[in-house]
């Protein structure tokens, strides 16, 4: 079972009680995490990498980072791809995809892509280049489950641009931090947006599962910030 908790449920947390809502890969296999700059996707994309390399045995991820920013810690793993070689890293992590898929490896260990600011990412390429990563980005949401291959999409806007026809709405997983606009709210939370009416703040905001489960959330503190580097760096070395 490929099952993490991963964000506390913010109403309860301010009551003193710590309850987590968790992520189920074999369930719902892909997630998108969304918000603006400084509102913490970033870190929760890291949370996520981080206990995806400690809970789940031989697992390896594989970020792509356009703004080659974040993750100046891991500069030498060899599953981390800045700025121009994004496109290399998507090529590379499809390419095991596929041969998964067709038969042509047993190697069914637990695979994460993280891309990093989509919508920078996707703006830098020229229109053929960038139509071709739609297309491997909606292969891997559509038939990547059964090969142990997921994906992490970040980016401040999600707009339908960036995807494939129906790729956004077959990403299972949800995640907003901070406050989204009404027209966020109705790309991404359409028919809950009545019940969206808490003010968030850096690190909190909106989980949705499966179109059907909303949570208001909070992304846990971590203390120990070189323990949290160190596991990201032991699944982009794997």
């Given at each position: 079972?490929?099952?993490?908790?991963?964000?506390?449920?913010?109403?309860?947390?301010?009551?003193?009680?710590?309850?987590?809502?968790?992520?189920?890969?074999?369930?719902?296999?892909?997630?998108?995490?969304?918000?603006?700059?400084?509102?913490?996707?970033?870190?929760?994309?890291?949370?996520?990498?981080?206990?995806?390399?400690?809970?789940?045995?031989?697992?390896?991820?594989?970020?792509?980072?356009?703004?080659?920013?974040?993750?100046?810690?891991?500069?030498?793993?060899?599953?981390?791809?800045?700025?121009?070689?994004?496109?290399?890293?998507?090529?590379q992590f499809y390419n095991e995809f596929l041969?998964?898929?067709?038969?042509?490896?047993?190697?069914?260990?637990?695979?994460?892509?993280?891309?990093?600011?989509?919508?920078?990412?996707?703006a830098y390429f020229d229109k053929k280049e960038?139509?071709?990563?739609?297309?491997?980005?909606?292969?891997?949401?559509?038939?990547?489950?059964?090969?142990?291959?997921?994906?992490?999409?970040?980016?401040?806007?999600p707009d339908s641009s960036y995807f494939g026809?129906?790729?956004?709405?077959?990403?299972?997983?949800?995640?907003?931090?901070?406050?989204?606009?009404?027209?966020?709210?109705?790309?991404?939370?359409?028919?809950?947006?009545?019940?969206?009416?808490?003010?968030?703040?850096?690190?909190?905001?909106?989980?949705?599962?499966?179109?059907?489960?909303?949570?208001?959330?909070?992304?846990?503190?971590?203390?120990?910030?070189?323990?949290?580097?160190?596991?990201?760096?032991?699944?982009?070395?794997?």
């Amino acid at each position: 079972m490929q099952k993490l908790n991963l964000v506390l449920d913010k109403s309860l947390y301010y009551r003193g009680i710590y309850h987590y809502h968790s992520i189920d890969f074999d369930k719902i296999p892909h997630l998108l995490s969304t918000g603006s700059s400084g509102s913490g996707k970033t870190f929760l994309n890291k949370l996520i990498v981080a206990r995806v390399s400690l809970k789940i045995a031989n697992a390896s991820v594989t970020v792509l980072d356009f703004k080659a920013n974040d993750y100046k810690f891991a500069i030498n793993c060899k599953n981390l791809y800045e700025f121009d070689k994004v496109k290399e890293g998507l090529e590379q992590f499809y390419n095991e995809f596929l041969l998964r898929q067709q038969g042509k490896t047993s190697d069914r260990t637990f695979k994460l892509l993280v891309i990093e600011e989509l919508g920078s990412m996707m703006a830098y390429f020229d229109k053929k280049e960038v139509e071709t990563m739609k297309s491997m980005i909606a292969n891997l949401i559509f038939m990547g489950r059964s090969a142990h291959c997921h994906l992490l999409i970040s980016t401040q806007r999600p707009d339908s641009s960036y995807f494939g026809a129906g790729v956004r709405d077959s990403i299972g997983t949800v995640i907003s931090l901070g406050n989204m606009s009404k027209e966020g709210k109705s790309m991404l939370f359409s028919g809950f947006q009545d019940e969206m009416k808490e003010h968030h703040g850096q690190g909190s905001g909106y989980m949705l599962v499966n179109g059907a489960e909303l949570f208001s959330i909070k992304v846990p503190q971590v203390q120990n910030v070189s323990k949290l580097e160190y596991y990201i760096q032991q699944a982009l070395n794997r």
